[in-house]
């Protein structure tokens, strides 16, 4: 029994049933809703990304963040300073000790701005990670700058400090969320519209003789897709022929007339020339 051919005929049966249902025009319009999709997340996401920042959306992003690193880091570094500071006051001061105060009182999970992603739990590709990072770097270090600089009283200077730090990172994470917002925003106007154009494929493929033709050449289509998966399935076939299934696959296909011929006049050759 020739369970390649059999396979074939399934394929080929299967692919005109599904291209029979759809009709050539459901076909099309599928192909037609990707290509809007993608056009809208391509083209549509900086429109409305920039339509957000310049509104209510942006600040309201930017402030929630804002509060979500002061929360997570700004108290825990505080806390940090302010034991230093109890304890440089109980004892008296050596250079070693100012050494090790100078050292505390860094944002040391801060000592690289792409470091701070990592700590707050926000987990992102690395070459995402080194652009955010980099548009805060210069900032995190000034901030990181005056830390170190900070005498055991310089309460102002550390305000200022952890101020500059989390307004200065909160704005490009905050970007990128409305980056985010944008792209789900143009998904979901790519899907209604795609889907309004689902709907009238439908109704025509109904019509009694427009939908017969687009049913048959939907099935014809559907059978010249799966042509050339059959094709390329022995294009694969080809190149590892010298292995053990490979050589099964080929007693197969050389075992059958139609399958012969089909791999006599592949097309698709030229993926292994």
């Known amino acids: 029994m020739n369970y390649v051919l059999i396979g074939v005929a399934l394929l080929l049966l299967i692919g005109f049933a599904v291209g029979y249902h759809k009709g050539l025009l459901g076909i099309l319009i599928g192909m037609l809703s990707w290509v809007i999709i993608l056009g809208l997340l391509y083209i549509g996401v900086p429109q409305i990304q920039q339509a957000y ?3 209510p959306v942006y600040e309201k992003v930017e402030r929630a963040v804002e509060t979500h690193i002061k929360n997570q880091l700004i108290s825990k570094e505080n806390k940090q300073i302010d034991e230093l500071n109890k304890k440089s006051k109980e004892e008296p001061a050596t250079e070693e000790k100012e050494t090790k105060a100078a050292e505390n009182k860094k944002l040391s999970d801060v000592a690289s701005a792409g ?3 990592s700590s707050m739990g926000i987990e992102l ?3 995402i990670k080194k652009a955010v990072a980099g548009s805060v770097q210069e900032e995190a270090d000034q901030a990181l700058a005056l830390i170190e600089n900070l005498q055991t009283t310089g309460n102002d200077q550390l305000q200022k400090a952890n101020k500059t730090i989390v307004t200065q990172t909160a704005k490009p994470i905050a970007a990128m969320i409305v980056r985010g917002l944008a792209m789900m925003t143009a ?3 790519g899907l209604i519209l795609t889907r309004i154009l689902r709907l009238i494929a439908h109704f025509i493929t109904d019509l009694p003789i427009i939908g017969g033709i687009t049913k048959g050449l939907g099935g014809a289509w559907g059978v010249i897709v799966a042509m050339m998966m059959v094709w ?3 294009d694969i076939v080809t190149c590892f022929a010298v292995l053990p299934w490979g050589q099964y696959m080929m007693a197969q296909i050389k075992g059958s007339e139609i399958l012969n011929v089909m ?3 592949n ?6 020339v």
């Open 53 to 55: 920042m310049n509104g």
């Open 115 to 117: 470091d701070f992603f």
């Open 267 to 272: 097309p698709l050759n030229c993926f292994i």
């Open 263 to 265: 791999y006599m006049y």
């Open 232 to 234: 390329i399935m022995m």
């Open 187 to 189: 998904l979901l106007l």
């Open 125 to 127: 590709p690395e070459a």
